[in-house]
């Protein structure tokens, strides 16, 4: 079959690969401990299902407008703006069926082809996946392990800059590493960013799933919120992935570029699901908190065991539902050359089932410490402590 050329350079999210692995083993009548997947097992707070039922009954049922109906960009408009301290408008509001489109479409409206995108590895593999889909060359950037936690790689940023660089990529708020930029390293993203005149796309998936402290966004350094296009995802803050609602917050004139791409793709997004996401806003918090604490609950309880795994140690992370702990000294001492075969045999053994570094894509060359990827979303507290139980038997033995 002739395939357009494009279709070789599309990738895809390698960890469904790792589901495949555990619904494998599963189905052989095992047991097993999904860190894999970051999707949540906490149901939608029952105000927004009502909210969305009853829209249902009143026939919001056909096509909305391709930019989201005004109610919910202006109440987005009016969330967003008060989250990070700048204003907003409904004109700067494009709902999309999901934050995932807001990659795409991004990359579509400010990149040609042979153009130069600035993106995190380790990260998610969605952006590498659009940029070279799109004809686009995809630059990976890196981060540095600290003792105060995972920070931008800025060296390799320095280096990596060149006079096709279009656009960066800045998920703060870190998939999988669950990094955040303290000010001092925000403002020298800005700086950069202002300095090589790039677009920025700030994906802020996360910004709302936090432990502790203040989440800020880059768009609120001054110059950034001009050349900036926030991702926003109602997936996470509400548990309502499935659902599939977003939006791209950006300067008018990229939102309406995003809306028309929107006329031509989906027509729109969801129309009962946007009247639910009005009330997900406007409405009671007290699901949204219910999520953020069962989530710290979990956080907490999966640090401590993965602390008292000799040869494990992990950064706590604030913000993100991932822990991305270093193995290298289980890795070494049980002798393993082979990422992949050290995740199966943790899975056979065990029943725990994780992510690998490789599953965010390539490993820098010269990249010999080994890290996983634990996301504890979909899977309750003490099923944590009984799988890391294991998982600390085996990999101690
Ligand atoms: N960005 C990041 C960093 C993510 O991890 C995800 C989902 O896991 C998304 C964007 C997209 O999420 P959604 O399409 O469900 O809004």
Redesign the pocket.
């Known amino acids: 079959m002739n395939l357009a050329k494009r279709i070789a350079r599309l990738g895809t999210e390698t960890a469904f690969a790792v589901s495949e692995d555990a619904r494998a083993w599963a189905s052989k009548g095992n047991a097993v401990y999904a860190f894999h997947l970051?999707d949540m097992n906490i149901h939608t707070p029952a105000n927004i299902i009502q909210a969305a039922h009853k829209a249902m009954m009143d026939g919001k049922t056909g096509y909305a407008p391709a930019a989201g109906i005004p109610e919910l960009r202006a109440a987005l408009a009016e969330d967003v703006s008060k989250a990070r301290g700048v204003k907003y408008g409904m004109e700067n509001v494009s709902i999309q069926p999901?934050?995932?489109p807001v990659i795409g479409k991004f990359i579509m409206a400010l990149m040609d082809a042979g153009d130069e995108v600035l993106y995190p590895n380790p990260g998610?593999p969605i952006y590498e996946s659009q940029i070279e889909f799109l004809g686009g060359i995809a630059v990976p950037y890196g981060y540095v392990s600290t003792p105060a936690g995972f920070r931008l790689d800025r060296d390799r940023i320095e280096r990596a800059v060149g006079p096709r660089t279009r656009l960066f990529v800045y998920?703060n708020g870190q998939?999988p590493l669950g990094a955040e930029s303290d000010d001092e390293e925000m403002q020298w993203v800005a700086d950069f960013c202002l300095k090589h005149n790039l677009w920025v796309l700030a994906?802020e998936?996360y910004f709302d799933i936090r432990y502790s402290g203040t989440s800020k966004s880059i768009v609120s350094l001054p110059g950034m919120q001009e050349r900036s296009v926030i991702?926003y995802?109602f997936?996470k803050k509400y548990a309502l992935?499935g659902w599939r609602l977003?939006a791209a917050i950006a300067p008018k004139e990229i939102a309406d570029v995003i809306s028309k791409l929107n006329v031509n793709q989906e027509s729109c997004s969801n129309h009962f699901v946007q009247i639910a996401a009005v009330e997900a806003l406007t409405g009671n918090q007290a699901g949204h908190h219910e999520i953020i604490r069962t989530l710290k609950e979990r956080r907490d309880s999966l640090v401590e065991c993965l602390r008292a795994i000799r040869g494990v140690s992990v950064f706590v992370a604030d913000v993100t539902f991932y822990l991305f702990p270093e193995v290298t000294e289980v890795y070494k001492r049980r002798g393993y050359a082979d990422q992949q075969q050290f995740r199966l045999d943790a899975l056979h053994q065990t029943g725990v089932s994780f992510c690998s570094r490789s599953h965010f894509g390539k490993p820098a060359p010269g990249e010999d410490r080994v890290f996983v990827r634990f996301a504890y979303s979909g899977i309750d507290t003490p099923r944590i402590c009984e799988g890391l139980q294991k998982l600390k038997a085996y990999w101690e033995s």
């Open positions: 970051g999901g934050g995932k998610y998920n998939n994906d998936a991702l995802t997936s992935a977003g």
